[in-house]
C-alpha cells in the first residue's frame, strides 16, 4: 500500500504533504471543522454541513491563486492541511495557513515540518520572495509555531477578533526567503534558533 501513497513534499522529519481528496478526506475534515477543540481559533465558527464542506473541496481545484495540501504522518494518518493563499505571482507573495484536527498528534513536530515543507516549497519552487501570516493573540500554539518558522510580527490589529468571551488582537506576520534560510538550516541541523 505504501508504493501507492501519493507524496507531494515531504518534511524532514517525515510529515507528507499530498493532494486533498474528496473522497478519502471529506468525512475527516467535515468532523474537523465542526470539532470545538479544533476549531477553536479558525475563521469559521458557524456548524458546517457536510454540503458546506463539499464546496470547500471544490473550490479549492484548479485555481492558481491557491495551493493546499493534506498533511499526514509519515505512517499515513491524516492530521489536517496546509497551505498557500492569495497568491500574487506578480509580488511573488502568498498567505500561509495551517489548521491539523487531529488532536491526539499535537505537540509531536509534525505541523512545524509541514510548514517548513511548505516554505521550502513557497520560496525554493514557486519564488515566492515573502509568506505572510496572521495568528489570533489568544491562539499561543500557533504564535509558537509562527515565530520557531522564522515569522516576524509586522503588525497588529486590536481586539479583532471575539474568542472566548473576549475581543483580542490578530498578529500578522510575514518572512523573506533570507529570513526563513537561517531557521531552515537550524531546523535540519536540529537545532533552534533563538530571536532577540
Partial sequence: ?????????????????RPM?????????????????????????????KAD??????????????????????????LGSVGLHEIDWRNQVGTMGI???????????YGKDAVMALLEYAF?????????????SINQRSLALHRSCGGVQEGTARQEIFIDGQFHDVLYFGIFRSEWEVFFASYKEGSVVKKS
Fill in 99 to 109: 489548521a491539523l484536527f487531529a488532536k491526539d498528534q499535537w505537540h509531536k513536530g
Fill in 53 to 78: 464542506e463539499e464546496k470547500w473541496f471544490d473550490a479549492m481545484v484548479g485555481r492558481t491563486d491557491r495551493l493546499i495540501l493534506a498533511v499526514e504522518t509519515p505512517d499515513g494518518e491524516l
Fill in 124 to 136: 525554493m519552487r514557486l519564488n515566492l520572495r515573502k509568506v505572510r501570516s496572521k495568528v489570533y
Fill in 21 to 49: 481528496n474528496k473522497e478519502t478526506d471529506l468525512d475527516f475534515f467535515y468532523r474537523g471543522i465542526n470539532n470545538p477543540e479544533a476549531n477553536h481559533y479558525l475563521q469559521r465558527y458557524l456548524p458546517q454541513t
Fill in 1 to 17: 500500500m505504501e508504493k501507492d501513497r501519493v507524496v507531494f513534499l515531504k518534511g524532514l522529519r517525515g510529515t507528507v504533504l
